[in-house]
């Protein structure tokens, strides 16, 4: 009898485990789950409080990155880490623990926005649409989800509270010595009581209302700088770095991005620059990850130097001060604000050719060179391999450890960003200056011994001799020498001469720059500020949040030719007059005045820097989060120092952007007191992806994949022959998907133990449908193993299991359990269908303590088959909350060794144990066996010895 052939089976096996068997159970029990609120994990206080019982019990804080809710609904590919942090948390509630596990909706941005532009809907139509139609879609999967907490950071429930962080931010400053944000309030007091000097050095009695707000706006950690930004015309909008790729486009819609003044918001994450390195040592992420991160934040040590010209200093940032002696020439970056001032009238005599460039005057050669750097990207600017381009300012600088005069130039290849937009170039020992030098025929000087054969004539290399590993050469001056030093050293040395001399110091640099918080969008959170008529920025109070997003009939935004740099944004709200010149009393002592609302929205990385805060108390109206429920579930404890969530799940491509803004804004909160934990996710887990077949035709086009026929290792579609490759899953490649599909034919707990089984969790796979079928084999015998099939009994005896039986449960149970400890569920699942497989192949009724075992072990898997088989096994209570089962050692390991258990000198027992048991556990073993305990009687004990593996003898008190 053919096992999937659903047609005979009805016949032959009306009790057979079916897609029409699967569909029934599954929709039953979700019902059921819900009704019952069989996932509610009860909070210590508040309006979620509940059973005690519960909340006695380890916590488990199980999170997931929350969907974008797209129009186009998922595909299997979408849900991977989802059914994974399912099965995940299930497990934690069997083991134990009291686990926090649901899902919300990152719905505001621009992929809504875009989609409301074109579909002429408002975007908040469509969103919501999105979220219902995937709610059903992940409700289908069983996902174990405390929806009481679910939320979408549209909701102005939510939002309220995500412009309520962004006046804290606002209202903060970072206090350097303290190493910790700040109110504002208290730097106030401290430039009112001359505690601090103001800088200007003029009292703070002394300044205007407009100039106090300058000077504070310095050190807000949220504030608006004119600061050139990156501006996309295409999208019509400026965007963060992070959003920017590295060929300088946008990384949404693949257009050109411009440098442009414009006023805008940022963020001060520079402030927390060294923190966010630090802390990332305590965090359990994959150190793919934490690299990505420290790069971005790159901290760099070196040193700033003054090299002296005209009686004033151009000051650099090096991280090789110990190669000063090797600086034969300077390069200031275009845009330094110094180049005018060196830049004398003519070239000085003798001036070489090739560093004039052509041109007949220092100021031309410039001005024409900066026109030329302007057009380009930073890393257009950067690119390694790339000709060294630049021109000489006609200016000298003085070396300041050998009084050289050293040329200065101007070259795209420093940036203005960066350190001080200024180097000194050390040719023979840095590629780029290297390169520079050669195309420039500037000299090239050995200071650093090379460690091959090329000697130390630099002139005759082909390359820069980059090492930290060597020893400093001809490199001593009149009251200072490194020669014979190694690098380290020779850092040291020079620093601490720099320092004494008054002309330089040993500085630390970080890549990381401030996070650019505004864009020019609709559907975005409105910014809580206002403007007053000085144009000073003033936060609005708690009790005017939160400040919704005003219905509008033109939501879209204003859009440019891609390649037009010219132009500037225009806010979509500022199109509202109603709604942006208001009349406000803000409470601050000054009554109703006129006020002019920002119309800046903020950026979609908004919402999700704090959500993992609000699911733990996500109806609170008084505060974002109580503090006792922060702490019971995120807050410091061992092996979790700065507390987090237990275990965050979601895509690598998060590494620099959500991830550093989450840390960033948990930091603030966290400094101004409102949580207990400093970081959000203590653990981060990357799952791979699921890849799909992708064919296309001739022309290069992609052709459905459901509409393919593969012959002799070919593939047809129409007749004619395509090519197939390993892709993305998406409607776009027309080899979608949808988890629909798949549970129609088989079930969700079939597509759930596919997803799984495919392979280990954080490596990419490819779908393959016609393999699903796999998996609904296996879930056909575990009920067959429970189930009649011919009259739906329940066919399991009250025997005992023989020892081969028992040996293959206990082995699976503990295989089972550590792989789901370490989130390894494809050979969890190997280790149940090997258990399966046995019971099958004995060909006997099952015992039942092995039935409900293998039941209660698939159980996080495959939930609802799992619930059906307990609940036919006479349990009336839910299979969720069961005691996962665990391995008695005795049956795990294969090879035993008898143990003589004596009382009082006499054999009482013989057990079969591990040869690698411990004394303590042989003991326990020992004194739990029924035949010592019957010879004990009650008696208590005076003493035991323990000869692992082979005796224990009990000496009764
Ligand atoms: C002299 C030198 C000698 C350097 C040598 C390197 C090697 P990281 O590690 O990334 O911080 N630099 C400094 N400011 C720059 C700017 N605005 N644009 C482009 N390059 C800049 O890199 C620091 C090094 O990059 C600095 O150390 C400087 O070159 C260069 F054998 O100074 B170095």
New binding site residues.
């Given amino acids: 009898m053919s096992e999937t052939n659903p047609a005979t089976a009805e016949v032959a096996a009306p009790h057979r485990y079916t897609a029409a068997v699967a569909a029934e159970i599954e929709a039953r029990w979700q019902d059921f789950w819900d009704a019952d609120g069989t996932y509610a994990a009860p909070n210590p206080k508040g309006d979620l409080a509940g059973d005690p019982g519960l909340v006695a019990r380890p916590k488990k804080y199980i999170m997931d990155m929350f969907p974008y809710p797209s129009g186009a609904g998922l595909h299997v590919g979408h849900p991977l880490g989802y059914i994974a942090t399912d099965v995940f948390a299930r497990f934690q509630r069997m083991t134990g623990h009291n686990v926090l596990h649901t899902l919300g909706f990152d719905a505001f941005g621009l992929p809504a926005e875009q989609h409301a532009v074109q579909t002429g809907e408002h975007p908040r139509v469509t969103t919501e649409a999105a979220i219902n139609n995937m709610k059903s879609q992940l409700r289908r999967l069983g996902l174990g989800h405390d929806k009481r907490r679910s939320f979408a950071t549209i909701d102005p429930d939510y939002y309220k509270w995500t412009q309520w962080i962004f006046v804290q931010i606002f209202n903060s400053w970072y206090d350097d010595e303290a190493k910790q944000a700040r109110p504002i309030s208290e730097l106030v007091a401290r430039f009112e009581s001359g505690e601090r000097a103001v800088p200007g050095g003029r009292s703070w009695d002394a300044l205007s209302a407009a100039e106090r707000a300058d000077v504070l706006g310095e050190y807000r950690l949220a504030y608006a700088s004119d600061a050139p930004v990156n501006w996309c015309p295409g999208l019509g909008t400026v965007l963060a770095n992070e959003e920017v790729t590295a060929d300088g486009r946008s990384e949404r819609g693949n257009f050109p991005v411009f440098k442009a003044k414009l006023r805008q918001w940022n963020m001060r994450i520079t402030a927390y620059a060294d923190r966010l390195l630090d802390d990332l040592n305590e965090l359990d992420w994959p150190e793919a990850i934490k690299l990505q991160q420290r790069n971005w934040i790159?901290r760099?040590e070196?040193a700033r130097v003054d090299f002296p010209i005209d009686g004033e200093a151009i000051t650099?940032?090096?991280?090789?001060q110990d190669?000063l002696f090797?600086?034969t020439y300077m390069v200031l970056?275009p845009e330094h604000p110094l180049v005018e001032k060196f830049t004398p009238a003519a070239w000085p005599e003798g001036t070489h050719d090739v560093w004039t460039g052509g041109h007949a005057t220092p100021a031309e050669a410039v001005a024409a060179y900066r026109a030329q750097a302007a057009s380009k990207s930073d890393v257009e600017r950067?690119a390694e391999a790339k000709d060294k381009t630049g021109v000489f300012t006609g200016a000298f600088a003085t070396n300041p450890v050998n009084g050289e005069q050293i040329p200065v130039f101007i070259a795209d290849?420093?940036?203005?960003?960066?350190?001080?937009?200024?180097?000194?170039?050390?040719p023979a020992?840095?590629t780029r200056?290297f390169a520079f030098a050669r195309a420039f025929e500037l000299p090239i000087r050995c200071v650093v011994e090379p460690s091959d054969d090329r000697g130390t004539d630099a002139s005759t290399w082909d390359d820069?001799f980059?090492s930290y590993d060597a020893k400093i050469v001809n490199s001593h001056g009149e009251d200072v020498s490194l020669d014979g030093l190694g690098v380290t050293e020779a850092k040291a040395r020079i620093t601490e001469w720099l320092q004494g001399k008054g002309i330089g110091e040993g500085t630390v640099?970080f890549?990381l720059r401030d996070w650019l918080f505004s864009r020019q969008r609709y559907w975005g959170e409105p910014f809580p500020i206002v403007y007053d008529e000085d144009g000073i920025a003033h936060s609005l109070p708690e009790s005017m949040l939160p400040l919704e997003l005003p219905e509008v009939e033109d939501y879209s935004p204003r859009t440019f030719d891609p390649d037009d740099a010219d132009t500037s944004p225009e806010t979509p709200l500022s199109r509202n007059q109603d709604w942006v010149d208001v009349t406000l009393d803000l409470g601050d002592g000054r009554g109703p005045r006129p006020y002019r609302r920002e119309t800046n929205t903020m950026p979609n990385w908004a919402g999700s820097c704090w959500y993992e805060l609000r699911y733990l108390d996500p109806h609170n109206s008084e505060k974002l989060v109580d503090p006792e429920i922060e702490q019971y579930w995120m807050g410091p404890r061992a092996g979790q120092p700065h507390g987090g969530v237990d275990l965050y799940v979601g895509g690598a491509e998060h590494a620099v952007l959500h991830l550093l803004y989450a840390r960033f804004w948990s930091k603030v909160l966290y400094d101004l007191g409102h949580i207990s934990s400093p970081e959000p996710f203590h653990k981060l887990y990357n799952q791979g992806m699921i890849q799909a077949f992708v064919y296309r035709d001739s022309r290069g086009f992609p052709v459905p994949a459901a509409e393919i026929e593969e012959r002799d290792g070919a593939f047809f579609h129409n007749g004619e022959q395509v090519k197939r490759e390993l892709g993305k899953m998406g409607k776009s490649l027309k080899n979608a998907v949808t988890p629909e599909a798949i549970c129609e034919e088989y079930g969700a707990d079939t597509l759930r133990l596919y997803e799984m089984a495919m392979g280990p969790l954080d490596v990419s796979r490819p779908w393959d449908t016609r393999a699903v079928v796999g998996q609904y084999r296996l879930l056909q015998r575990l009920w067959r193993n429970v189930v009649d099939e011919a009259t739906g009994e329940v066919t399991v005896v009250d025997t005992e299991p023989d020892e081969t039986t028992l040996r293959a449960l206990h082995k699976a149970i503990d295989g089972v359990r550590q792989d789901l400890e370490g989130l390894r569920f494809n050979t969890a699942i190997a280790k149940v269908t090997e258990l399966n497989n046995h019971l099958t192949k004995a060909g006997a009724a099952v015992p039942r303590p092995v039935a409900e075992s293998l039941v209660l072990l698939i159980a996080p898997l495959a939930p609802h088959i799992a619930e059906e088989l307990w609940r036919k096994l006479g349990h009336t209570d839910s299979v969720v909350h069961q005691d996962f089962p665990v391995a008695d050692p005795r049956y795990v390991v294969d090879e035993t060794v008898t143990c003589v258990v004596q009382v009082k000198g006499k054999v009482k027992a013989r057990l079969e144990v591990s040869p690698a048991i411990s004394d303590d556990e042989l003991e326990k073993v020992a004194l739990a066996d029924e035949k010592v305990v019957a010879a004990l009687d009650g008696a208590g004990i005076r003493k035991v010895i323990v000869r692992a593996p082979k005796l224990v003898n009990i000496v009764p008190a």
């Avoid at 290849?413 to 050390?426: D, H, K, Q, R």
């Fill in positions: 790159g760099s070196g650099v940032f090096t991280t090789r190669t090797g600086a970056a950067q290849y420093v940036l203005m960003g960066y350190g001080t937009g200024a180097i000194m170039a050390v020992h840095d200056d820069a980059a640099n890549r």
